[in-house]
């Protein structure tokens, strides 16, 4: 099972990506927000960790990622990555969420 985040892992990313930003740019100004990518904007699971509930009845912007796909060596025991999947997520910026 994987770790529990905590709150300073939920606020850190190791890729970003410009397309997020420019379709999360939008979709703030669409709200009348000024929510930032990477700042603002996190998934579900990073709210929580950062001790913040998303508001009932609210929707999450889809977003498509790359998630990699590893397997282990049987020389050497360690995990190498042979490709990548597609994986969709929701994110939800600070707009609609509330402190717990």
């Known amino acids: 099972m994987a770790e529990k985040m905590t709150a300073e892992n939920a606020r850190t990313f190791e890729h970003q990506s410009r397309v997020h930003e420019m379709i999360l ?5 669409e709200r009348g927000c000024t929510c930032e990518a990477y700042k603002d904007w996190f998934t ?7 001790g913040f509930q998303v508001q009932k009845g609210e929707h999450g912007i889809k977003l498509t990622t790359y998630v990699p796909i590893t397997k282990t060596d049987k020389e050497t025991g360690e995990r190498v990555v042979v490709g990548k999947r597609p994986r969709t997520t929701s994110v939800f910026c600070r707009c609609q969420v509330k402190k717990i």
Not at 25 to 29: D, G, I, R
Request: aromatic share 16%; no cysteine; net charge positive.
């Open 44 to 50: 579900y699971n990073r709210w929580q960790a950062q």
């Open 25 to 29: 740019a939008n979709a703030a100004a």
